[in-house]
């Protein structure tokens, strides 16, 4: 759509919901066992995810970083959009 079109802002804009959609629903779907967390206030926390330990700022594949440890949540970047688990 040309960007001179009136229409042309609210098809980008639905562009951007709709990828922003499709990756919740396939972080969703990503097998994420988290069953432990240890959350250090002097330092990096980190979790057990599928019996592997990653600390925050560590990537767990390439398009999936451990961003913030919680105590009942866990913040993940995927694909750019960031996302939370609770535990």
Known sequence: ???ADPRHDLAVRAKTLHLKATTAIEFQQLDLKVTGVLVNQDGR???LLNGEVFE???YVSDDLLVQKVEEESVRFVFRGLTLVRTL
Do not use: V
Request: proline share 11%.
């Open 56 to 58: 925050e700022g560590e």
């Open 45 to 47: 926390s980190g979790l």
């Open 1 to 3: 759509m040309p960007d």
